[in-house]
């Protein structure tokens, strides 16, 4: 059985993927961090923003001292926080390669948080590729994949969490995903639940091209109509743009020909979606 619950997100107002999963076995929590933009809009952020900051933050720690397991995607500020190592005391850690098929901004923040932790988890390991068992839980990790489209932003590892039946995939930020291994991954799983780094739209035409969006908008349609999911998160990114909807509305029609979830991380709690950053000049 898995129980799988979203701590902070784009949709809650912040800049964060933190999510908490329970199994028959283990509880884990994934990337846990939370952050905003420094400025949207050129408006730095406001301070409904920054109380729903230290609000998600305050939950993810109290979240982090149940689990067992803390794993770290990447080395990006808003999936760890380098000046919070006393989150990971006493539990299994499982973090992206600090050295291997990562860009060099990332590896100096990974060799600076390597330092904070040294002796204060219980263990360590690489994540990369690897596969880990915990009673009848199985974590898996991607090989290395881009963050976003192509490797300027460096790399970061998915995951995958399955106990009996069912299967959960977390993609951290793989910005739509565009590129065929992202996807791959996700698809091999067939998971029930997939928590998915949407296309990054609030950038079209500028970051983030209409080729990748209609990359992204096809392997949507192969996860809803090649594997057995029947929900997807999509978060993060894609949740930065108030026409979010709009934006990939044949896959809203793909997965309601399917009966699939295609919802925001809110919507999965019964919460209303407050795209705060979005909405920064009206705040």
Sequence with gaps: MLNVKPL?????????????????????????????????YNLPPHQIEEQ????????????AARSDILVVTHYHYDHY??????????????????KEKINKSQTGRASHFSNNLKEIPKSIDTADGKEFKHGSTIIKFSP?????TNPKLGYLVEVSISCGCECM??????????????AE????????????????TYMLGFRYSRKSLELAIKNM??????????????????????????????????????????????EYL??????????RKEL
């Design 8 to 40: 902070a997100f784009d949709s809650f107002g912040v800049r964060s993927m933190a999510t908490f999963v329970e199994t028959d076995d283990i509880a884990v929590l994934i990337d846990p961090s939370v952050s905003l933009a420094p400025r949207r």
């Design 144 to 148: 290395p994949v881009y963050h976003g």
């Design 270 to 279: 019964g919460r209303d979606i407050e795209l705060l950053e979005a909405s």
């Design 185 to 200: 991954f996700i698809i091999h799983e067939h998971p029930d639940v997939v928590i998915l780094d949407g296309p990054m």
């Design 81 to 98: 926080d380098p000046d919070a190592p006393e989150i990971y005391e006493d539990k299994i850690v499982y973090l992206k390669h600090p």
């Design 52 to 63: 729903r900051m230290d609000e998600t933050w305050a939950d993810i720690k109290e979240h």
């Design 221 to 266: 349609c192969r996860m809803i109509r090649e594997t057995s999911v029947k929900c997807i998160l999509v978060e993060h990114h894609f949740m930065r743009d108030q026409n979010y909807k709009e934006r990939i509305a044949e896959v809203y029609e793909c997965a309601a020909e399917n009966g699939v979830d295609v919802i925001t991380a809110a």
């Design 169 to 182: 995939v977390f993609t951290s930020d793989v910005e739509g995903p565009s590129v065929a291994d992202q």
